[in-house]
């Protein structure tokens, strides 16, 4: 029996690794060459797009290197209500926010900013790559090309995510994220975006990894318990490491 949601999903990953190999392994480079240079590779989504970011770091096989940015009021933890999605998403479209969190970061020129956003039209991740590139940092956006291509700009800049790329990584999912239709719905079913960020961003820590073991670069790697050949402190210099890191790059 053939489950037409895994049917679809592989379809949109297919599409990826055909289409987007290529702005993925441009990516990799990027992110190699900040973190072999000892610099951040920062993340940043909101919403569903801040699922990507935890997954990359702390998270089994992440490398020490990449930076969530992650803001509560920008994340659900409530359905309705305090911490809830319709807020957050009121909250995410506000001009003018995001710089209320961002300024409690430090970024450096020649660093990456890695932003998530599916429809890549909301100020969040807009005004955060514009933060990012007038500090001279790269910018890498992940977000859907047929949102790009097709939808009309809300931010007052004209500007739409895609527009603020130095690289343009398509999650190759749909305007509508899901996937599945429903006899009688105008409404699909079973988002994509998700799964298709979370390949991508997979994909970009294997690839940077693979480069900065060629560069020399002694990493880091966030592990499984279960690898036993690794010392049972070893997550303590995983931690150490990742802490140093972020409080050099503050000054």
């Known amino acids: 029996m053939s489950i037409c949601y895994i049917d679809k999903i592989k379809e949109v990953v297919k599409k990826i690794e055909e289409t987007q190999s290529e702005n ?21 989504g909101s919403g569903h797009s801040v699922l990507p970011i935890q997954d990359v770091f702390p998270r089994y096989g992440g ?28 909250i995410e479209r506000q001009e003018g926010y995001i710089v209320n969190f961002l300024q409690s970061h430090h ?20 005004e955060t790559a514009m933060y990012a590139k007038e500090r001279g940092l790269k910018v890498i956006t992940v977000t859907s090309k047929e949102n790009y291509d097709k939808a009309t700009p809300n931010h007052s800049s004209g500007k739409k995510l895609g527009d603020l790329a130095d690289v343009l990584i398509d999650n190759c999912c749909p305007l509508e994220d899901s996937l599945v239709p429903i006899e009688g719905y105008h409404q699909k079913v079973g988002a994509s975006s998700t799964v298709a960020t979370i390949v991508i961003s997979q994909a970009i820590v294997s690839e940077t990894a693979k480069i900065l073991q060629k560069k020399g670069h002694k990493m ?20 150490g490491a990742y802490t140093e890191l972020v409080k050099k790059n503050k000054n």
């Open 24 to 44: 993925i392994l441009k990516a990799a480079e990027l992110c190699a060459d900040a973190i072999s240079k000892g610099k951040l590779v920062h993340l940043f």
């Open 63 to 90: 490398v020490v290197g990449f930076h969530p940015l992650m803001d509560p009021r920008l994340m659900w933890s409530n359905v309705i209500g305090p911490g809830g999605a319709r807020e957050l998403l009121w």
């Open 107 to 126: 970024f450096q020129k020649d660093e990456v900013m890695i932003v998530y956003s599916h429809g890549g039209l909301n100020a969040a991740p807009i």
């Open 220 to 239: 880091h790697i966030f592990v499984s318990p279960n690898v036993v050949e690794i010392p049972k402190d070893y997550m303590h210099e995983v931690y």
